[in-house]
């Protein structure tokens, strides 16, 4: 036996090639994931990640910090009050009806984004709102975008011309509490 072993070492050496190339192309062949690379990025890196390298750093709203500013600011210790950075002051929404105007969002189906659209128009009362012909409501429901058709599903004219004149108790009746 050992002299077959001897006499076909060369073929047994050829046949663990042959079986390792072929479990080397199995193994390849059955990968999830491949790589393949258009001709232009053949000579390059990939740039599929271009749009991320060339963002700008994210900032955070209110805090800026200069180089010289990092210095500037001491170290706290456990027992001393905190230390406010400096920066710009962060913008504060309005929550308040403008002077002179009403709280529109008292009006059912009118919400913020709304509110603002109608800002926008210079509508800001309740006086206006009741005031508005046919002709107001079509011109204004036109420029609502994806809210048209609102003004008078939600009756608007009616709950405005109820709020301004200050009946509640009509208002809650008609159009339930807020």
């Not at 258009?38 to 910090?65: F, K, M, S, Y």
């Not at 905190?82 to 929404?93: C, D, I, Q």
């Not at 429901?141 to 709020?163: H, M, P, T, Y």
């Amino acid at each position: 036996m050992a002299d077959l072993v001897q006499s076909n070492m060369a073929l047994l050496v050829v046949a663990l090639l042959v079986a390792a190339v072929v479990v080397l192309w199995l193994v390849m062949a059955n990968r999830r994931t491949r790589i393949e690379l258009t001709p232009d990025e053949a000579d390059g890196p990939a740039r599929r990640n271009q749009a991320l390298i060339d963002a700008p750093p994210a900032v955070v709203p209110g805090v800026t910090l200069a180089p010289t500013d990092v210095a500037a600011v001491p170290l706290v210790e456990p027992d001393a009050t905190p230390v406010t950075l400096p920066g710009p002051e962060a913008p504060t929404v309005a929550t308040a009806a403008p002077s002179g105007g009403d709280d529109l969002l008292l009006i059912k189906g009118l919400g913020p984004k709304i509110k603002a659209l109608l800002a926008e128009q210079g509508v800001t009362t309740f006086a206006q709102i009741a005031a508005w012909t046919d002709a107001d409501i079509d011109r204004i429901d036109a420029q609502l975008g994806r809210f048209q058709g609102r003004i008078r599903r939600e009756s608007w004219v009616e709950q405005a011309k109820l709020l301004a004149a200050g009946d509640k108790a009509a208002f809650a009746q008609r159009f339930g509490n807020n």
